[in-house]
Each structure stands twice: as C-alpha cells, then as structure tokens.
C-alpha cells in the first residue's frame, strides 16, 4: 500500500471515476477532486501502478499509471480532512501511522465523512495530531458530531406518481438569492448557526471566523435567504458542488420565525436549482433533530447512510 499524490489530468479523471459511485456520501471531496485541489492523495494497493487506460466521455481513451481497482481510497490532506474509503478493513493502519506524517503540513482540526471510514481515520489522526510520539498522549476530537445522510429521491425513485408539493408561504415573504453585498445583514444569521451547529466546546465562534465562512460561501456556492417585509429571517446554502451531487447544509431560521415553512422552501428552492443543472441534491441531520430529519423526508429526500465529523 502506498499515498501517490492525485497531480495529473489523468489522476483528477481516474479520482471523478473512484468517486462517483460513492459521492452521495463525499460530496464534498468531489467538490474537491472536480476543482482540482492539490491537496489530494490516492490510496492505492501496492507500490508498483498498473498501466490502465480511462475511457473519456468522448469514447476516447487516455492512459493512466492506475486503474479504480488499484485505489482503496482518497483523502484531502488538509486542516480539514475530507475523505472516500469504501472499505476501511482493507487499509493497513499502521502504514498510514507511520506515512501521514510526511504527507501533512498542518494540524488536522476536522474529520468529516461517512462514519466507519471516519472512525477510522480519528484513531490514525488522532496520533497525527500528537505528532507520533508514542510517550505523548493522543490528541482525541473535542466534540464529536453524529448526522443521517439523506438523498433526494426523484417522483420515479420514490414510487409516487407526482414530485412533493412545493411550500406554499402564507404571503409578505420573498425568497432571494444572496450575493457579497448581503454579507453584513447575513452575519447574524450565520454566527447563530455556526455557534448552534459546527461550536466546538471552549472554542467561542469569532466574529472574523463568521465573516471568512460567509465569504466562501457567497463567493463559491449558493446561497437563498428568505425574507419577511425585507428583513431576512431564515437563510440556507449549497455547501459542496460535487460531479453529480450537491450538498445541501447551512439551513439556519431565527427562532422567532421558525414552524413558518421557511426552511422547507429554502431547501426546496436549493433543490430545483440543483436539479436543473442535473445534480442531484444530498444533505445530512443531526441524528436527533427529528423535526428536520421529518421536514427533509416530506421534500422528497430518503436516509442512505451514517455520517460524522470530528472536530479538534
């Protein structure tokens, strides 16, 4: 087993083709591999790669050093460590503890993904963090987070004859789409969120840390926030835009205006967006937070797996 570096045209194809069977559950690594990230590995099955060919949506084909039954998995090396691993049992935990450290130039702050492969990861990084030092304690995660992962079914999908009803809002309220000019009267809205959804305990969230998150986001995903006679009250925003997927998540109404339909309406809106580009639209919930876990179910989405995220 060995990390090979995900660099060239070729890899980034051979990544699109490892993930996709797989991207309901990693969209936001696909995100990354469609962006081409340079902080990308592959973990592949021996030190030795197989010539393979990639057969392109032309029909035409490329050569490649590996094929998708060389890769057992992919990983963003970053502060934030984004991965796709169907199958951790076939990776070798003690090479990865004694490998990773070469490949890592920062301390890992999250884990986030499907929730076997994450566990696995948080043990090998949790003596990443402690920097292998086998007489210095492991550096376990702060808080650790726990979410069904959900899939919007089509009407086909679902078996049913028509698409869900779209949210009717009683009137007085507009849904608009979010630009940099809204960054300001959007803070509120997403500092509340992030302290109730991502807070780490003893970590207060900043000011400047709301500012750099909203930033991304209206810069590099969608964003929908719902308005009450022109004041917004409820926002919500794509968070990954994968290769056939698209992550739904910051859904986020100020208390004094929730069990108004106004998130459903939200997600709705992100959800005809997404499919009219031809993705189709994933989120995950808290595994407690029935109200949406049900709202969710009632716009179309079905539960397809676990998810977790780690925070250091």
């Known amino acids: 087993m060995t990390l090979i570096p995900v660099e060239t045209p070729e890899d980034f194809l051979l990544a699109q083709q490892f993930i996709i069977p797989h991207e309901e559950t990693c969209a936001s690594l696909a995100s990354l591999v469609r962006r081409k990230s340079d902080k990308l590995v592959f973990i592949t099955t021996s030190d030795e790669p197989v010539v393979s060919t990639l057969r392109l949506g ?27 691993i169907p199958d951790p049992s076939l990776l070798d935990a003690d090479f990865l503890k004694e490998q990773l450290p070469y490949h890592m130039k920062k301390p890992v702050r999250c884990i986030s993904g499907e929730e ?3 566990n696995f990861l948080i043990e090998i990084f949790n003596l990443v963090n402690g920097g292998f030092d086998t007489a210095a304690p492991t550096q376990p ?7 069904k992962m959900m899939r919007w079914l089509s009407a086909s999908e679902a078996g049913v004859s028509k698409p869900p009803a779209e949210t009717v809002l009683s009137g007085g309220e507009e ?14 809205l997403q500092k509340d969120y992030m302290k109730e959804e991502v807070a780490v305990p003893g970590r207060p969230i900043t000011d400047a840390e709301v500012d750099i998150s909203l930033r991304q986001i209206l810069k590099n995903q969608l964003c929908f926030a719902l308005t009450v006679d022109g004041d917004i009250v409820a926002k919500a925003n794509t968070n990954a835009i994968g290769i056939n997927c698209v992550q739904i998540g910051g859904v986020y109404t100020h208390p004094l205006y929730r069990r108004n339909g106004y ?6 809106a992100l959800c005809n967006r997404a499919l009219r580009s ?25 539960e397809c797996g676990r998810y977790t995220i780690a925070y250091y």
Request: include cysteine; glycine fraction near 6%.
């Open 175 to 188: 849904i608009i789409r979010c630009t940099e000019h809204d960054m300001e009267i959007l803070h509120p």
């Open 263 to 268: 998130a459903g309406a939200l997600v709705q």
């Open 116 to 118: 076997k492969a994450t």
């Open 141 to 147: 995660p702060k808080i650790i987070y726990s979410y």
């Open 278 to 302: 031809g993705k189709k639209p994933v989120l995950f919930v808290k595994e407690k937070n029935m109200p949406a876990f049900t709202l969710y179910r009632k716009l179309g989405f079905e």
């Open 58 to 84: 032309s029909g035409t084909v490329r050569p490649s050093a590996y094929s998708t039954t060389d890769v057992l998995g992919i990983l963003n090396l970053d502060s934030t460590i984004y991965h796709c």
